[in-house]
């Protein structure tokens, strides 16, 4: 079965600093999808990147980078220059396609708190 | 264009009551999936529906059914509540998953 693991469970850093949010993910499938949302304290869950499991390229986008190594099965999240209004929960997912359904497998999340 | 739309945003029910969420997916959205986050942890997978069929369910117990309309907004409901249905429900709707999942707020569901 699928499984995303996110060991931290919750990171403070200072305004200004560098935040990476680590992710390590289980599948059999050969070919999957990986995601990062972002949860604030309102509750919707909001979508941050979407990454085939064919691109190992990384991605750059603001602040914000991802590193997807397939050797190691990590999708890690990079906030450069952090800012308060990132402080929020962070989920990755893993998309599982089985007998016709697809859905979203998620890890436990990390709580990252930015201090001014 | 409007997101995904649920209502209500909050709910208090009574142990035993029955309760039903709903969800409007984007427009041109024919997939629906309804997701159980209670807190602290990250969202579950309940159903998935497209184009009105089920397509998957998760391992949660036969009380939890849904159903997807003519204009694919959907309905969760949830028999006989016990206190550990209390949780955030989010609903994501997609035009067939792999593009992504666009979540609503979700309805806060709190049984007392």
């Known amino acids: 079965a699928q499984k995303v693991t996110q060991a931290q469970t919750e990171i403070s850093v200072v305004e200004k600093e560098d935040v990476t949010l680590d992710c390590v993910y289980e599948?059999?499938?050969?070919?999957?999808?990986l995601f990062w949302y972002k949860q604030p304290p309102s509750g919707e869950l909001v979508f941050l990147i979407r990454r085939n499991s064919f691109d190992e390229q990384n991605e750059i986008s603001g602040r914000y980078s991802w590193n997807f190594q397939k050797s190691t099965s990590s999708f890690n999240f990079t906030i450069t220059a952090s800012q308060v209004v990132d402080s929020a929960v962070y989920f990755c997912?893993?998309?599982?396609?089985?007998?016709?359904?697809?859905?979203?497998?998620f890890g436990k999340g990390t709580k990252l708190t930015v201090n001014p | 264009d409007a997101g995904v739309t649920q209502s209500p945003t909050h709910l208090i029910k009574t142990r035993g009551q029955h309760v039903t969420l709903r969800c409007s997916p984007i427009s041109g959205h024919k997939s629906v999936s309804w997701y159980q986050q209670v807190l602290g942890q990250g969202p579950q997978f309940i159903f998935q529906y497209y184009e009105k069929e089920e397509r998957g369910r998760g391992n949660f117990p036969d009380r939890f059914s849904a159903r997807q309309f003519p204009n694919y907004s959907s309905e969760l409901n949830v028999n006989a509540l016990l206190l550990g249905d209390s949780a955030l429900y989010l609903c994501a709707s997609s035009i067939t998953g792999t593009y992504g999942y666009t979540f609503g707020s979700g309805t806060r569901l709190t049984v007392v």
């Open positions: 997912a893993l998309s599982e396609t089985q007998g016709g359904s697809e859905k979203l497998v």
């Open positions: 599948t059999r499938d050969t070919t999957y999808y």
